[in-house]
């Protein structure tokens, strides 16, 4: 687990803050020709933490996990702390406006719809 | 009390070298998956915090796409056992499959709890992907303030 996290410099206004993001682990798959399914487990985030944006050809997931009780002590630590942070490249034959969200169990569903004309066809032969 | 992981560090020199060897080993290891080691066949065992409060303890434990009721959580003799399965569902045959860190299959994680623990009292609680176990101390062993009267 430990492998997963980063920490990256942010700015915020003039100063550079470090922020320590986790990269959720991920399943990708083509359920049928045209659907592809993004699945990224990220526990602890609620609906209202979590933020997608597609900006260009990016699509970036960003989501804040609830923090630990600040108080008691830890007698073991093994889940990692910090803010879950992905960010894909999107390649051109997906279509931008159709992506579906849905959060569920600690697990974020993107459904992503390839663009019809990108789609697999057969071209008929019309027989004059 | 058994909650800390356990680490050969004695001083013995052979001891010294396979625990040597073993962080050298760890450095060229890359995990993806929640570790494998472990009796039982549930193999599997998700992350867990511990953590001690005044007067209880909380365990909390990542379990991201598991169905509520796929979990099973008992306390026998002082030994907490969270165990379960993480199930999948392969909606078509012609799926391609592109990327796949994700684990699934049974996991189960045990700790022996410390004797103050009030087994009556436990209480479990699923959201959003998170277990979080709350275990209550005992009455007469949680801590006291003893306040000092002025003559």
């Known amino acids: 687990m430990a492998k997963e996290v ?6 915020k206004g003039r100063e550079k803050v470090q922020v320590r993001f986790i990269r959720p682990y991920c399943f990708i798959c083509e359920e049928e020709a045209g659907v592809v399914t993004l699945k990224l487990e990220m526990p602890g985030v609620a609906k209202d933490q979590l933020e997608i944006d597609v900006d260009g050809n990016e699509l970036q997931i960003t989501g804040k996990r609830e923090e630990g009780s600040s ?46 004309s990108e789609k697999p066809r057969k071209i008929t032969i019309k027989s004059s | 009390m058994a909650l ?12 010294t070298f396979d625990w040597l060897q073993r962080q050298i080993n760890d450095l060229f290891d890359f995990p993806r998956f929640p570790e494998t080691q472990g009796l039982f066949d549930r193999r599997i065992s998700p992350a867990i915090d511990v953590i001690e409060h005044s007067d209880s303890f909380t365990v909390e434990c990542d379990l991201p ?13 002082g030994v907490l056992t969270i165990k379960g399965e993480k199930k ?8 391609k499959v592109y990327k796949k860190e994700t684990w699934e299959g049974n996991f189960q994680r045990t700790i022996s709890l410390p004797s ?29 303030r003893i306040e000092l009267k002025t003559k």
């Open chain 1, 6 to 11: 980063k920490d990256v410099e942010v700015r």
């Open chain 1, 71 to 116: 108080e008691g002590t830890y007698l073991m630590r093994e889940r990692p702390s910090g803010t879950f942070r992905q960010v894909y490249t999107l390649d051109d034959t997906i279509d931008r406006n159709r992506i579906e969200a849905n959060l569920e169990g600690g697990v974020l569903t993107l459904t992503l719809h390839r663009r019809e």
């Open chain 2, 4 to 15: 800390i992981r356990w680490y050969d560090r004695d001083l013995e020199p052979v001891g």
């Open chain 2, 65 to 77: 796409g598991i169905d509520q009721k796929d979990i099973d959580i008992s306390i026998a003799s």
């Open chain 2, 88 to 95: 999948t569902e392969q909606k078509s045959e012609k799926r």
């Open chain 2, 116 to 144: 103050v623990v009030d087994a009556d009292k436990v209480e479990a609680s699923f959201n959003n992907g998170v277990l979080k176990i709350t275990l209550p101390k005992r009455e007469e062993a949680k801590t006291k």
